[in-house]
């Protein structure tokens, strides 16, 4: 949100960092997996890492979308919402069949979206503030959907709708593949595609990319889309998994979103980022859960400062990698 | 024709200049006539004393905010505070005051810190902020509320001065040394120059880094007096629920005060108008009971429909 | 570059681009008052006018970025809006903007090709063949960098010619060009121009915006002439005498524009012996090798240089913007701080630095705002701003600049590029420096604004100012400077004073022992 | 931080975060039914509750008097049985269901071989069930009751029904204003399944008295100052309101705040029922601003670890095992503040 662009040094410290950071959260990663694996005897089971992955997929999928919005400079604070109001939807819709379960919550959710990116892109208001109205909008919504959340709708347990989340292949859920896939395409359509250049265009230099004649109103349309129809596919894996729509899921989502997109070395700022980073930074977050239940003593109150302090370290170390770099 | 089209150009910048305190006129007489009791001193009051923490928190966000950053640890310096009041009630309530004020002005150097000598994007450095602050004061608390007896200090949330309570006069003045710092100081207009241009403030030769560490520091010590305020009118220190999600109220009252989050300028007065819109709302959507679904579909829209008014012409 | 014959041929056939009747306001401004402009193919030609006459605003309105309130477009015959830059575009209308618009972050190749990249047969992006086209292309500009590296890694000259590659890269007919010359240096001047010519040679139309009277004489075929958003002349270039074409502009009288001279300074400065300001052995980043400059009072000191040679960092060492490796700067025998801008101003050192738009301007901000924004501490007594001296101080410099504005409260970016830049230095001469460093001071600035800035560069050294001047017109570095260093690759290769300034010794200073060989083809004449 | 704590310019003495000396849940009949889930019936295997690993997921912060009184008790009764203390796993799942999910699977992978659970959410975790399942782990929900199948996804749910809170709720509410009046509800979160059973239990019950309405349902998300903030703007638009019914007591303590604020006598002028049993509102039953509080015991630990004990001794236990829940009013509420916890 800040440019940090002091001079043109600075700023060349800035893409510096962007390549830093996102070594730097690979980096703490892999070292983080073996202290793990070192400390804990049960880390490396294979039921525990099979845990880690899938418990992984659903906020990857969110912060899939969110890596798009961030590098094209905005924000979008609804997928948390919109997650859960997706989850309802797909959970409602199963009584339809699988493809109303799909197709349904799919629908609904990219809409939000789109009218995310409609009133961004067409009226030029901050995505901030946007997105935070559309997230009191779904929220709001999936509430009058449930009567008032009284109302959880729940899967048959023999609808084909299940194998989407509690699945496997290979003993390893389907979740996963599908975010591996999601991942890969998301990768091709950011590095490999005009939609994707522009995304980068207009994360760094919106003016300018307007001049260029970028199609930036519509650019950034699909993104919202986008970003709420990620979301949505992350309601549906989670219905599925869930086995019911329900309603208490994707509080603050989006702010767990936000912080693995940037753990993962996406600035903030916009023009910067990668899509493997993201990955990377779910999975520390998930490490990290991991991790404090294996230790298994520390008070819940305490949980939560770690995890905070866990973030700033994150984002200080990147920083000061960077910095002392580019010395 | 283009007679037509200076005409609307002249309507919609004073609607962006105005258009808070016309939205909030429009709901006051709307309340008027279709709330039941809703012409009392005693209701005006509940609204005004209500609205007094977010507006206050608010006043320290718009500054925020105008340097182009963001303080999401607000509600967690809010939970901070009251958790150390009970800590220190017992040495008298004006020392219980000031530690909580030091521990927002102490949390605000943090992040100013992180910002401006680090470099990290506030968004960022105030999240972790957010989330680890919260734990702090559960640790601090051993997650307890406590019951706070103290005639002194609940005198700030429940008593007044000529008639007036105390907590709104407390914002009120808050309200005005905000604006004249704005507007008077050379710490207010290096705030605004370094929010329009950060790279240029720099080269001018502007203390940027001591002006971002300030705007932080200004904005947890108004958190934590709101902490204070709310913990007090509560008569309770409840560190668990204390302050949850402000930041989002505060941003939006700022927001629909017509500062732009891009930074650069800072409205005061439209950000206190902000709030006591967003007050407003609240107010009228719990008076005419809607249910919670309904409550937060409308006000959605009307977030939306007041930051398009205020907009920024040309403002990302 | 025109025979008569091909200018009968371009009389006669129909206008690629033509405007009638059109009117632009802005809130307390008419930018454009009826407003008629025709180009035909193959013709360059030439748009000029003062500062805020409307220049860019005729331009933005050609390509869409604006509505005209009034008048209409008209593009190969029919009435067209463009609603959008893309618009424009997509029907063959090419544009660099004044300021570079490309997106710093990204790569260059990306810069050049963004929107219209190559691609597979799969319709994925082809990177390779990208990069490839990428460095073919920008070799005819003389840009030999990866072109993988992220732009902003570039100066500000060489970003000027990406953004040029990638207009005429796009098969445009029209090509419109704000200012391209005016952050450039004279190497790619030639560069620039031999690319008019090839486009020229293709038919392609231009539209050619600068202050610089030798190269509108060179490259142009024909003129308009905007003066307060008015069309006062509209021709053909060549018969027109250059006199002819400045009174035109400035609505002045002959008579008078012919005392004023080429550049507007005067004679050697009386320069005191000890320098007031010594940097010595400035180091860091690979950019500067043990650079050492200094300044005298009442001294104007140049730095000369090829682009990326090291003259901004040096001016941004100075004051502390740059990080320094090793190396020192000393005010009057007292060692400034190394990184510490604000303590660097306080002591009276000025930097106009060369990028208005990231550097210098708060866009937000009112005229006055911006002028007083670095004199603030010394006139906000207990850190209270007092409006009363501010009010002073802005009205003193704005008549003395001429800037031109609908008051002090219009926002700084309302303004034309070249009041900006007039603004920024009412701001740094607020502050009333001991030593001022203007890089690039004039560029953007029209002839008649420049000749006042000269002057008062002349002036503000009379009054016993240093002055060090970085400028990309060897005419202006040549004539303004008591002594001028040269730099080279970040090194302070030579140091000329007196009679021995002259263009052709500060041009072989510049080239001799040139690594790339064919700067030396260049530069000799 | 924690220095800070042991600072004396505290206010009161610092509470003990402990479960206080109040009487465990139990449970309204023990006559074991004979259809109750058998160790039998499951198949699963025999394992020795003093030297089992035993897992107990909890679903929120322990930032609340419930939650902190119910860990407090699974801990105390978890050591009171000699279980050693690296035998006893906890894990808190910070109000996310999925993570709540992944620690109880983390949990099954540490070695755990009975499980106690506090569901975050009636729905969701079936998954988890799953994991436990194919570990033949049998597990105890507690508090909150899910939708699953018990004896095959888990074993037996003890907790109270907030159903039934509800309705005796509305039924002290009755009582209190004599059967006639306006009443305020306020609700807990939105979207909660204890929001919509004691909502659902009280309405239905109130319906049979003529004599009184609801004027007004508003959220007051379970905490104080929302409950404090609405009831100020309720008290403004309905004047006439004369009981409030609060589906947590911090809610209720709120409405009591805006009352005084008003200038209204609470428990007099407008009276004030409630549920949990939490310290200070009892204490306010005593000083009168208050008419009665619904208990809702979160001290699970005793009859969970009994229950436990039965299935691994091949008794069977029930399908749900409903705690007999106190309540505190005028009549009992000074003899009997020292059970409220806090
Ligand atoms: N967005 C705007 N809002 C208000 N006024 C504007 C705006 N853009 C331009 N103007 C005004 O319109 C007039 C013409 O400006 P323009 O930028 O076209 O000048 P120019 O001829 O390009 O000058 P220069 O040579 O300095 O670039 C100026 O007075 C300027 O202040
Ligand atoms: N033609 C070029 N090709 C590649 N890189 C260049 C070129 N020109 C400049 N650069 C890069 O830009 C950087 C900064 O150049 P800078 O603008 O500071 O130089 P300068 O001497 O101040 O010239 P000027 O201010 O006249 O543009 C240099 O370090 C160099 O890496
Ligand atoms: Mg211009
Ligand atoms: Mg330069």
Redesign the interface.
């Known amino acids: 949100m800040t440019a940090q662009s002091a001079t043109p040094v600075t700023e060349r410290n800035a893409a510096l960092a962007g390549v830093l950071q996102r070594q730097g959260a690979a980096v703490v990663l892999v070292l983080g997996i073996a202290a793990a694996w070192f400390a804990f005897p049960r880390f490396g089971s294979p039921d525990n890492l099979r845990d880690l992955a899938l418990q992984s997929s659903f906020l990857a999928v969110i912060a899939l979308g969110m890596t798009f919005v961030i590098i094209s400079g905005g924000i979008d604070l609804s997928v948390g919402s919109n997650y859960a109001l997706g989850g309802v939807l797909a959970a409602y819709g199963a009584q339809y069949g699988l493809v109303v379960a799909i197709l349904l919550p799919l629908a609904v959710c990219s809409l939000i979206g789109f009218v995310n990116g409609l009133l961004i892109a067409r009226t030029g208001m901050a995505p901030f503030i946007v997105t935070l109205a559309s997230l009191l909008f779904a929220r709001g919504l999936l509430l009058a959907l449930t009567s008032e959340g009284a109302t959880t709708y729940k899967v048959d347990a023999g609808s084909a709708f299940l194998w989407l989340g509690q699945g496997t292949i290979f003993g390893i859920g389907v979740p996963v593949y599908l975010t591996l896939v999601l991942f890969a395409l998301g990768g091709l359509l950011l590095r490999r595609t005009r939609f994707g250049q522009s995304v980068f265009a207009i994360g760094g230099a919106e003016q300018s990319a307007l001049l260029m004649g970028l199609p930036v109103a519509r650019t950034k349309i699909s993104l919202y889309t986008l970003s709420g129809a990620l979301a949505g596919v992350a309601g549906i894996l989670t219905a599925a998994y869930l086995q019911s729509g329900v309603t208490v899921i994707g509080v603050g989502t989006e702010l767990d979103a936000i912080s693995v997109v940037v753990i993962g070395g996406t600035l903030l700022t916009g023009g910067a980022g990668t899509i493997v980073g993201t990955l990377v930074g779910v999975l520390l977050r998930t490490l990290i859960q991991n991790v404090i239940n294996q230790i298994g003593t520390l008070d819940s109150n305490y949980q939560t400062v770690v995890s905070g302090a866990f973030l700033l370290v994150v984002v200080v170390i990147q920083r000061l990698l960077a910095r002392s770099r580019t010395r | 024709m283009s007679t037509a089209t200076l005409e609307r150009a002249k309507v919609t910048a004073w609607l962006q200049d105005y258009g808070v305190y016309l939205a909030v006129v429009v709901l006051l007489l709307f309340n008027v006539v279709f709330t039941e009791n809703f012409l009392s001193a005693a209701n005006f009051r509940t609204q005004l004393v209500q609205a007094a923490p977010v507006c206050i928190v608010a006043l320290g966000m718009a500054l925020v905010i105008g340097t182009e950053g963001i303080d999401l640890s607000v509600g967690s310096v809010m939970s901070i505070a009251a958790a150390l009041i009970p800590l220190y009630l017992g040495a008298g309530s004006l020392t219980a005051i000031v530690v909580a004020v030091l521990a927002g002005i102490v949390s605000g150097l943090f992040s100013g810190y992180l910002v401006a000598y680090l470099g990290i994007q506030p968004i960022i450095a105030t999240l972790a902020l957010l989330v680890g602050g919260r734990g702090l004061a559960l640790v601090i608390a051993h997650g307890q509320l406590v019951q706070l007896h103290n005639r002194d200090f609940l005198e700030l949330g429940t008593g007044d001065v000529l008639g007036v309570p105390i907590m709104v006069i407390v914002a009120a003045v808050l309200a005005v040394l905000a604006g004249l710092v704005v507007q008077r100081t050379t710490f207010g207009r290096h705030l605004v120059a370094v929010g329009g241009n950060r790279a240029a403030s720099t080269l001018a030769g502007l203390p940027v880094k001591r002006v971002l560490v300030g705007v932080y520091v200004i904005s947890g010590a108004l958190a934590a007096v709101a902490g204070v305020l709310a913990t007090s009118r509560l008569a309770a220190s409840d560190p668990n629920d204390l302050g949850l999600l402000m930041e989002l109220s505060a941003i939006t009252a700022v927001v629909v005060g017509g500062t732009p989050l891009s930074g650069g300028r800072v409205r005061v007065l439209g950000t206190v108008f902000g709030a006591l819109l967003m007050q407003l709302v609240h107010a009228t959507l719990i008076k005419h009971n809607l249910p919670d679904s309904t409550a937060q579909m409308v006000q959605a829209a009307i977030i939306v429909v007041a930051v398009y008014v205020a907009r920024e012409r040309s403002s990302r | 570059m025109t025979a008569a014959t091909e200018e009968d041929v371009a009389m006669t056939t129909a206008p690629v681009l033509e405007v009638t009747g059109v009117t632009k306001r802005f809130p307390g401004t008419l930018a454009l008052d009826d407003v008629g402009f025709v180009l035909r193919p193959g013709e360059v030609h030439a748009l000029v006018g003062e500062n805020g006459a409307g220049k860019s605003t005729l331009i933005k309105v050609l390509t869409g970025v604006y509505q005209p309130d009034e008048g209409e477009v008209r593009h190969l015959g029919e009435p067209v809006t463009f609603k959008r830059p893309i618009d424009a575009q997509r029907a063959g209308i090419s544009t660099i903007y004044q300021e570079v618009n490309l997106v710093p972050l990204m790569s260059i190749a990306g810069n050049v090709f963004l929107g219209r990249e190559p691609r597979t047969r799969t319709g994925l992006v082809d990177w390779s063949k990208m990069y490839a086209e990428a460095r073919e292309l920008l070799k005819g500009y003389g840009i030999d960098d990866d072109v993988k590296r992220p732009l902003h890694t570039l100066g500000v000259g060489a970003q000027q010619m990406v953004a040029l590659a990638r207009a005429v890269s796009t098969d445009a007919k029209v090509v419109i060009m704000d200012e391209p010359t005016s952050s450039l240096e004279p190497r790619e001047v030639e560069t620039l121009f031999e690319v008019l010519n090839r486009l020229h040679a293709e038919g392609i139309a231009i539209v050619y915006v600068s202050h610089r009277m030798d190269e509108l004489y060179r490259v142009c075929d024909s003129v308009t002439v905007l003066r307060d958003g008015r069309v006062v002349h509209s021709g053909p270039l060549k018969p027109l005498p250059r006199i002819e074409l400045v009174s035109l502009m400035l609505g002045r009288e002959i008579r008078q524009i012919r005392e004023e001279g080429v550049t507007a300074f005067g004679e050697e400065h009386d320069v005191e012996r000890e320098p007031l300001l010594k940097a010595e052995g400035l180091s860091g980043l690979r950019k500067l090798h043990d650079v050492s400059v200094s300044i005298r009072p009442g001294e104007v000191v140049g730095l000369a240089g090829l682009l990326g040679s090291g003259r901004s960092e040096t001016a941004r060492a100075i004051v502390g913007a740059f990080p320094l490796d090793g190396g020192s700067v000393l005010l009057a025998g007292k060692p400034l701080k190394r990184g510490k801008i604000a303590q660097a101003v306080r002591a009276g050192i000025a930097l106009l630095a060369e990028d208005r738009k990231t550097d210098g301007i708060i866009p937000n901000l009112s005229v006055r705002e911006n002028i007083v924004l670095a004199a603030l501490p010394t006139l906000s007594p207990f850190g209270l701003v007092s409006k009363a001296k501010q009010d002073k101080i802005v009205k003193i410099f704005m008549e003395r600049l001429r800037i031109k504005a609908a008051g002090p409260e219009q926002k700084v970016s309302e303004l034309s590029g070249g009041n900006q830049q007039k603004v920024l230095l009412a701001r740094w001469l607020a502050t009333g420096p001991k030593i001022l460093l203007l890089d690039e001071p004039t560029r953007g600035i029209d002839v008649g604004a420049k000749a006042e800035v000269q002057a008062l560069i002349d002036e503000l050294a009379q009054e016993g100012l240093g002055v060090l001047l970085i400028s990309s017109e060897l005419e202006e570095l040549i004539d303004g400077s008591d002594r001028v260093v040269v730099l080279r690759d970040g090194s302070a290769v030579g140091e000329l004073t007196g009679d021995r300034i002259t263009e052709e010794n500060v041009l072989t200073a510049i080239a001799a022992e040139s690594t790339g060989g064919d700067n030396d083809v260049h530069r000799h004449p | ?2 220095t ?2 042991s ?6 003495s ?2 003990a ?1 402990s479960s206080g000396g109040g009487p465990a849940a139990s449970a309204q009949s023990a006559a074991p039914s004979a259809d109750g889930c058998t160790l039998q019936k499951t198949g699963y295997p025999k394992v020795d509750l003093k030297t089992a690993v035993v897992g107990f997921s ?1 679903s929120e ?5 419930f ?2 009184t119910e860990t407090q008790s699974i801990r105390d009764e978890a050591a009171k049985l000699g279980i050693a203390s690296d035998k006893l ?4 799942a ?6 709540q ?3 109880i ?7 755990a071989q009975l499980l106690v659970v506090a569901p ?8 988890a069930f ?1 994991a436990a399942k194919a570990k033949k782990v049998p597990v105890i929900t507690i508090d909150r009751k899910v ?1 699953s199948q018990p004896c095959t996804d888990y074993l037996t749910f003890i907790g109270s029904n907030f159903v039934e809170q509800g309705k005796r709720a509305a039924e002290e509410t009755a009582r209190v204003t004599g059967g006639t009046g306006k009443v305020a509800i306020l ?1 807990g ?5 204890v ?2 059973d004691r ?2 239990g009280f309405k239905d019950e109130l319906a049979k008295t003529s004599g009184l309405s609801v ?5 007051g998300e379970f ?4 409950g ?3 009831m ?3 008290i ?4 006439d309101i004369t009981a409030v019914y609060a589906e947590n007591d ?1 809610m209720g ?2 409405a009591v ?1 805006a009352l005084k ?2 200038g209204k006598t609470p428990g007099k002028d407008v009276k004030i029922v409630s549920i949990d049993g939490t310290r ?1 509102a009892v204490q306010l039953i005593v000083d009168g601003s208050y008419n009665a509080v619904i208990e809702s015991n979160p001290r699970f630990g005793p009859l969970a670890f009994q229950t436990l004990q039965k299935f691994e001794n091949g008794e069977p236990i029930p399908a749900s095992i409903v705690i007999t829940d106190d309540q505190y009013d005028e009549t009992n509420a000074a003899q009997k503040v020292g059970n409220s916890y ?1």
């Open positions: 931080a924690l800070l704590t600072c004396t310019s505290r206010e009161e610092p509470a975060p909890q912060k322990e930032a609340n008097p939650r902190i796993l906890v894990t808190n910070q109000s996310d269901l999925n993570r999910i992944s620690d699977k983390s949990m099954l992978d540490r070695g975050l959410n009636s729905d969701g975790l079936q998954p799953d939708t609700l979160s939105s979207g909660n399944n929001t919509t909502t659902k004027v007004a349902e508003q959220t905490d104080r100052s929302k404090q903030s609405v100020e703007q309720l403004q638009s309905h004047p911090e303590v709120g705040n604020t008003a200070n806090k």
